[in-house]
């Protein structure tokens, strides 16, 4: 069985300080990454995924993740956070062949002025 | 494109009551799942559909029961609710089931 880890429940930051939630997976095989967003009593949304290729993921609004498999991590990353950033973040993991999600408990970043 | 959607949007139960929760999506996708999501606890699978007239077990699939009678819908019913059934059930479907899965926005319900 996978899992997986975010290490942070939550994570308290400035706005347009630099900003990392950190995720690890257990897995032995090869895995397809995600970050999701949920902002306050919404459904979760895809922030940016890894299935293959470069192993530097970005989205549109500047978040950014790096897959790096000797570590088994996917941690995302920001460099200067805004106000609206302010959500809950959920990494996930499938593996190869398999058509479901695991879900790490989540980081809460909290962006004040 | 009205994506996934779910109703209800809330519902509160008295224990030993039943119910049905309906997800339907658009977007004529193969997989569709079924979630709760607890303080703390992140999302957890109760159960899946890889297709029309299938269901799987997920992580957490006790006191619940899912049907896939149709591609684009996919039902959740407790049959007897329970406190501990007091969640956000979120549903989300998805083309391939090795990408992206798409969200509802969720249906808050309170087992008294």
């Known amino acids: 069985a996978q899992s997986v880890t975010q290490l942070d429940s939550q994570v308290p930051v400035f706005e347009e300080a630099p900003v990392e939630l950190r995720c690890n997976y257990s897995s032995s095989v090869s895995v397809y990454l995600f970050w999701y967003v949920q902002y306050p009593n919404q459904g979760l949304q895809l922030l940016l995924k890894?299935?293959?290729?470069?192993?530097l993921v970005e989205s549109i609004n500047g978040f950014e993740a790096e897959f790096n498999k000797s570590q088994t991590s996917f941690h995302l990353r920001k460099p200067s956070v805004h106000i609206s950033d302010t959500a809950e973040y959920f990494c996930?993991?499938?593996?190869?062949?398999?058509?479901?999600?695991?879900f790490g408990k989540g980081t809460m970043l909290l962006v004040s002025p | 494109n009205a994506g996934v959607t779910q109703t209800p949007k809330f519902r509160v139960l008295k224990t030993g009551q039943s119910m049905t929760l309906l997800c339907a999506q658009d977007?004529?996708?193969?997989?569709m799942y079924w979630y709760r999501q607890d303080p703390g606890m992140g999302l957890r699978l109760i159960h899946y559909s890889v297709g029309e007239g299938t269901t799987a077990k997920g992580e957490v699939p006790d006191g619940y029961n899912v049907s896939r009678l149709k591609k684009q819908n996919f039902l959740l019913g407790l049959e007897s609710a329970a406190p501990s059934q007091t969640s956000v059930y979120f549903c989300a479907s998805s083309y391939d089931g090795r990408n992206e899965q798409f969200f509802g926005p969720g249906t808050r319900l309170t087992v008294l």
């Open positions: 996930a993991v499938s593996r190869s062949g398999y058509s479901t999600l695991t």
């Open positions: 977007m004529n996708h193969e997989y």
């Open positions: 890894y299935l293959s290729g470069s192993t």
